[in-house]
């Protein structure tokens, strides 16, 4: 109840917020719009009348209404779902929206002509563009080719492996959220046949290892599967998909600060882990291959750490390594 009657509140605020502008036009046609759809509208129909809503929830239902009565026609102009649209038709506003094959995909100006001149006409569909890759030169490719090789099933997890997934690779088979490589592939291991099970393995960054990766490892070794289970660290030493931020295995904080370092191997060896390997992929890649093979034929708890820093940001973590150093940073 006392939510209820703070959206009240709110909406009465947004009736006269400054949030909301209006902008008088020619009276033939009125726009409702929000965020960059009004620039879209702006630059199509610089002279019509322009309500542009800067909150949107609650609406400022009266002041729509008030707007709408001064145009002979009133068009909503918004990306994705008909959110402005279907709210203002519900409070009985006679506004007219987009046709839903406009539902997908970003506006344009070519977009926003197309709406207010009511032209459905199906639109070109433009050929796929190159699948994003791994990096030349990135340490979890070879990973990914012995994992193609050996035919397994490899649940994964969310960081650059995640490409993993697609071409030339395709080596990755299930991507839900962070934390589920190692969990899905608990799962899969519990429920296969054994010579299917003895097949999956679980691959996870290790910034993503930190975040929620040891939960499933604990649970690799509480509830352990019959045939035991696989887990390979891709270990590149950064937080290399959202701009190489620090983690609590990177041994620096957040400003690059020397702090305490969480290690992978000891954290497996703690909860239990049966089998710790750690394969310097700089100088032994060759070494992946076999400490895979060797783990797939026992039934045991597993984790491999395939290490080497991403190539990419190297330069960059040991340019901010000696910034702090020298007191720069
Ligand atoms: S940024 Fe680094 S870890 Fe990510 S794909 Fe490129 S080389 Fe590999």
Known sequence: MRLREKIAKLAEFNEESVFNRVEDGNKNLGIICSGISYQYAKETKPDAGFLKLGMTYPLPLLKIKSFAGMYKRCIVIEEGDPYLYKSIRAAGVNVEG?????????????????????????????????????CPGCP????????????????????????????????????????????AGLGLRHILPEEKAMKVVSVIGDSTFMHSGITGLVDMVYNRPPTGHVVVVLDNSTTAMT???????????????????????DVARAVGVENVDVI??????????????????????????????CILALKQMNKKAQEVQEGKS
């Open 280 to 309: 310097d992929m700089l100088k032994s890649p060759g070494d992946i291959e076999k400490a895979i093979v060797k783990r797939l034929s026992e039934k045991k708890t597993s984790v491999i750490i395939a290490r080497r820093p």
């Open 98 to 134: 987009k046709h839903d094959i406009f539902r997908l995909g970003e506006l344009n100006l070519k977009r926003v002509n197309k709406i207010l001149a009511g032209d459905n006409t199906p639109e070109k569909i433009l050929p796929a563009g190159k699948a994003p890759q791994l």
């Open 243 to 265: 701009g190489l931020q620090e983690h609590p295995g990177s041994g620096r904080d957040i400003r690059h600060n020397p702090a305490h370092k969480v290690i992978i191997e």
């Open 140 to 183: 979890h490719k070879s990973v990914y080719e012995v994992l193609k090789k050996l035919d397994c099933t490899v649940p994964g997890d969310i960081g650059c492996y995640s490409l993993g997934t697609l071409p030339p690779y395709e080596a990755m088979d299930t991507l839900l959220c962070m934390g589920a490589g190692i969990s």
